[in-house]
């Protein structure tokens, strides 16, 4: 049975201080949790009840084998995961310090890690074909064989090609410790846009992609660049999301930030379950607006993703209308 999403990309162990308010220097304990986004967003369907899976490699060692039974307990189905036995499992720590400062400190991922080895010849593309979503993200560009590996799989999916109701989504998420520059990194965008239907970026993102401007330029150069919706992050206003003939913005949902880390890709495991319930596109962003913002008040990431109960909890409480329920997926 195909899958209602397909991620490709990072993963790691993401080492969480249970110290919160303190820098790392002064951390005394830790938890361990699944990390990496496209897994993170796999795992975010999943509590969603899609049927989701990943593509990505871990080490051949004890945390890549944390990693399976932890994408195994979260319902995502993990055949895509494959070892590298020459290299070790990323670990990525974080400091906590609350509203808004959540420093990342990468380790094991250079000068390469096990998911920029995937290569073409080892992708399922039928199984990336018939994905309900595909969904990558602009790290996965930064290097080879993942390079290839990832534009092997777009050019499989062309857009022109999709059923109604399909959609390939690109992660823009920049982090410039992976590229030697900004022009390197659009260069690649440029490659992988052209077989694009969704790009999601907050502002800077969207600023290595197409160049700087307001929110409305960067949705409008996208557009241009050939894809059908552009998501704008807009910070503490919320979400934009435009189209050739709609433009539509969801208004922040308060909550009490204990960790940023994670929201983002809550919000997207929650925006492919609302594109695939054909909900309309104001619905969809107030939904995935509303996980995001739960699990930006919790303290892990993928343990953290939200249920559909507690989304519409939130939705209800601040007023905001709650979509029609989805019958059961699974």
């Known amino acids: 049975m195909a899958h209602d999403l397909l991620t490709m990309g990072r993963i790691s162990v993401d080492i969480y201080p249970n110290n919160i308010g303190v820098g790392l220097a002064d951390v005394s304990t830790f938890g361990k949790y699944l990390g990496g986004s496209p897994s993170n967003v796999a795992v975010a369907a999943a509590r969603h009840g899609r049927r989701s899976a990943v593509i990505t490699r871990t080490g051949e060692d ?20 494959t070892a590298v036995p020459s290299l070790q499992t990323p670990a990525t720590f974080c400091a906590i310090l609350p509203p808004d400062d959540f420093p990342l400190y990468f380790y094991g991922r250079f000068p390469t890690a096990p998911d920029l080895q995937i290569a073409a010849k080892d992708l399922d593309l039928d199984a990336i074909r018939n994905a309900g979503i595909f969904w990558s993200t602009v790290t996965g560009l930064c290097q080879e064989p993942s390079r290839s590996a990832h534009l092997a799989a777009h050019e499989a999916r062309r857009r022109d090609d999709l059923q109604p109701g399909k959609y390939t989504i690109l992660d823009l998420d920049y982090r410039p410790m992976f590229w030697n520059s900004e022009e390197d990194a659009r260069e690649q965008i440029s490659r992988i846009l052209p077989h694009v239907s969704i790009a999601i970026g907050n502002d800077q993102e969207c600023a290595v992609a197409v160049g700087p401007g307001t929110p409305d330029e960067q949705a409008d150069r996208l557009l241009e660049a050939g894809v059908e919706i552009a998501v704008v992050k807009l910070g503490p206003d919320g979400v934009m999301a435009k189209t050739r003939t709609e433009r539509v913005v969801s208004a922040p949902v308060p909550v009490q930030t204990l960790n940023g880390l994670g929201a983002g890709d809550a919000f997207g495991g929650a925006f492919c379950h609302g594109l695939l319930a054909g909900w309309p596109l104001k619905a969809v962003l107030d939904y995935a607006n509303a996980s995001g913002a739960l699990v930006a008040s919790r303290l892990s990431c993928a343990d953290a993703m939200p249920t559909p109960n507690e989304v519409n909890a939130l939705l209800a409480e601040h007023g905001r209308d709650v979509p029609a329920p989805v019958e059961a997926v699974r």
């Open 62 to 81: 004890p945390f890549g084998e944390y990693l399976h039974r932890e994408l195994q307990k979260f319902g995502v189905d993990d055949s895509f995961v």
